[in-house]
């Protein structure tokens, strides 16, 4: 039987390759190669089983994806599931976004994230002919916005910006006009102005400002992003050496391991190996697109530029953070921060892409 099953599967190494290295460069940084190494036992439990997961994940013909009667009621098993943990849920560090099981703990928004690019792939896909009315416009924003409201409500305010990312992503690359998407900026933008100037108390504009700038105060909400920083800083060329990070390993820099993980490997593997590090993400990002550029269908096409996106979304705004240009917002680094949920749906991820290679031959089909 295990022989059969491995017969079925054909690796993409330009896609297993590069995100198994990424992988082990954080659970490498969370070795303290001294004392207690429990995050670097959890992690390695993790990317095992994500593993088996994307191999099994590789031999399954994802076609049936394509129908709506799957599709619709998946969406609506998410937005359930986001209902149930705003009752039922987790709170940790004021944030209620996970269900606790024992000693697991599970993320749905990770989930969500998947489940939006395939219900817009699947949207956009069938519209290509008349993708520039408005309408699909407010169609599939409404879909994102769900999921938004319900994420923000936990308040996962940075999983609740990669869900609007998502979107926007899938909408440009998708052919929507871009006038009316101007249209709907200025809306945004007016609404922004108005909450700012009108409604908005002082120490809600001040709570903004620290978001936006955490830098400007160091010894209170910034101190995290200060800290990092200097974890980014201090690698210099060559880095400290493995297991010599003393931001991290001092615990100056909190939650190394996963909020700041690129920050805690900038350190100790400096700008070399952090360079090193970003040719193996660009590497994956590369495959992704380019198996989208030759997938045979546009749903196929729209997942797999959605994948890219999502994955993009995390790396920019964890690197930023990390680097202190922009917001501390708990974004994870994809196959690389600590934490089970995002990794599994990560990996979830590359095996769809590779079974809907495997599995879908043939020429470009337009979905009518």
């Known amino acids: 039987m295990l022989k059969r099953f491995v017969d079925r599967i054909e690796l993409d190494w330009y896609l297993f390759a590069p995100a198994l290295l990424v ?30 997961i994307f191999l099994v994940a590789s031999s399954i013909d994802w076609r049936f994806l394509r129908r709506t009667s799957i599709l619709v009621p998946l969406y609506f098993a998410i937005v359930l599931l986001l209902l149930l943990l705003l009752a039922i849920g987790e709170v940790t560090r004021g944030i209620q976004a996970w269900f606790q099981f024992g000693g697991l703990a599970f993320q749905p928004s990770d989930l969500a994230k ?44 940075g999983s609740a910006c990669v869900i609007f990312g998502i979107w926007l992503g899938m909408v440009l690359i998708s052919g929507i006009s871009k006038k009316h998407l101007a249209y709907v900026a200025l809306i945004g933008i007016s609404a922004s102005a108005i909450l700012w100037f009108f ?44 297991g010599q990070g003393s931001q991290s390993k001092l615990q100056y820099l909190p939650e190394y391991e996963t909020d700041f993980i690129f920050a805690a490997f900038a350190e100790e593997w400096g700008f070399v190996g952090t360079l090193i590090l970003l040719a193996f993400v660009f590497l994956l990002l590369l495959r992704i697109i380019d198996n989208a550029n030759v997938a045979p269908t546009n749903f196929e096409a729209l997942f797999g530029f959605g994948v ?39 990996w979830l991820a590359l095996g769809m892409l590779s079974g809907m290679k495997r599995y879908s031959q043939g020429p470009r089909i337009r979905e009518i």
């Open 23 to 52: 992988s082990l460069s954080g659970l490498v940084t969370m070795n303290s190669f001294e004392g207690d190494n429990y995050f670097f036992l959890r992690q390695s439990i993790w990317i095992l089983l994500s593993i088996v």
């Open 114 to 157: 998947l489940v939006l690019v395939l219900m817009l792939a699947k949207y956009f896909s069938r519209r290509h002919i008349e993708i520039r009315n408005v309408r699909h416009i407010l169609v599939s924003g409404a879909y994102a916005l769900i999921l938004f409201a319900l994420i923000f409500l936990q308040p996962d305010f």
């Open 199 to 242: 409604v908005f108390a002082p120490y809600q504009k001040a709570r903004i400002i620290s978001f936006i700038n955490p830098l400007a105060d160091v010894r209170g909400a910034g101190y995290n992003a200060y800290q990092s920083t200097i974890a980014v800083g201090s690698g210099e060329f060559l880095g400290k050496g493995v």
């Open 308 to 346: 890219a996106v999502l994955l993009t979304i995390h790396i920019g705004v964890h690197a930023g953070m990390n680097m202190g240009v922009m917001p501390v917002t708990g974004i994870t680094f994809p196959f690389m921060s600590y934490g089970g949920s995002h990794l599994v749906v990560e």
